[in-house]
């Protein structure tokens, strides 16, 4: 066997890797979605039990210079949750915190970051149940959510052919708030349009009350962290499929066209621009117009087809895209 690095590889093969190297797991009849998905769901009595895994670490998915420490905390929690909204019709109950922490870190700063959990927390009815810490070299947190649902799981891998795609709200910004804080820092005269970005990036909002109204409507779902392109990609993947994305389509925020005017930038930044936590999903036909009545900012963004590639359109003109986004090996 051949020993490769795992940039070579790079994280969805690393985690296809993992998934082969468990198959057999599959075998178990209470699992609902199992390695790969968003969250893990196993049927217990009449409910499907979720249990997702994230971590933000220091200078990676943070940097203390940009964001307090509550902000943090929040974050933290909103990343998770919106993996658990993910799955569908499912409530967040319990968070575990792990805590990696250099030794001279400050009491007020950890103080201040468990704000920001218990906040967070506080907002969807959520117990903080337990957790671990231990000395890293820079502080890393490893957050476990336990989610509880009675309705059918929503998996990626259920999108068929005909089904629109469609999407929560608008793309970019996460992505062009951090562009502006690594182009600026924080002693930058920010506008009141590049702060709503920079909010987007620092202060991310799981969309669980959206997944809530329209999961048993849906035919797979996901949530968009690592760019539309990514999830767009794994919805067609997972359901042995292809799809056509015109890109004109794509919903963008008005403060992401007044900050970067050219149409390029902001395709760019909404396609490949990471963490902004909205839910990408497919749906019949006949069901789009009754979404829209439940989550009035919804917009279809393309559709499902048989070709297992995915296309990208322009004013009607296929485009050839090249991926261009944060790659984490």
Not at 97 to 112: A, D, M, Q, R, W
Not at 161 to 167: E, M, R, T
Not at 324 to 329: E, L, R
């Amino acid at each position: 066997m051949k020993n490769t690095d795992i940039s070579s590889i790079g994280e969805f093969g690393l985690i296809d890797m993992i998934k082969n190297q468990f198959a057999d797991s599959k075998d178990n009849k209470n699992i609902v979605a199992g390695i790969g998905d968003d969250s893990f769901c196993f049927k217990s009595g009449k409910n499907n039990i979720c249990i997702t895994k994230d971590m933000l670490v220091e200078d990676v998915h943070f940097k203390k210079d940009w964001t307090t420490p509550q902000e943090i905390g929040r974050k933290s929690i909103e990343v998770n949750v919106s993996d658990i909204a993910a799955m569908g019709n499912v409530k967040p109950e319990y968070a575990f915190i792990g805590l990696g922490l250099p030794p001279k870190t400050s009491e007020i700063f950890i103080k201040n970051l468990y704000k920001g959990f218990k906040k967070a927390c506080d907002k969807y009815e959520m117990a903080i149940a337990g957790g671990n810490t231990v000395k890293a070299d820079k502080i890393t947190i490893s957050i476990t959510i336990v989610g509880i649902g009675k309705e059918k799981v929503i998996k990626r891998n259920g999108a068929g052919s005909g089904d629109l795609i469609g999407v929560t709200d608008t793309f970019g910004n996460a992505g062009a708030g951090l562009a502006l804080l690594y182009k600026y820092g924080t002693k930058h005269k920010y506008n009141k349009y590049e702060h709503f970005l920079i909010s987007k990036q620092n202060n991310p909002k799981a969309r669980l009350k959206e997944a809530q109204k329209i999961s048993k409507h849906l035919t797979s779902l996901t949530d968009v962290s690592d760019g539309l392109y990514i999830s767009v990609d794994l919805l067609a993947k997972d359901s042995g499929k292809g799809a056509e994305i015109y890109m004109d389509k794509i919903p963008v925020s008005s403060s992401l066209k007044k900050v970067f005017r050219e149409d390029k930038k902001q395709l760019d930044l909404a396609l490949f621009g990471a963490e902004d936590y909205e839910l990408i999903f497919t749906v019949p036909h006949s069901k789009a117009k009754l979404l829209k009545k439940l989550v009035p900012h919804i917009s279809y963004i393309g559709k499902i087809d048989s070709s297992e590639k995915v296309k990208y359109f322009y004013d009607g003109k296929e485009q050839k895209i090249k991926y261009s986004g944060y790659k984490h090996f």
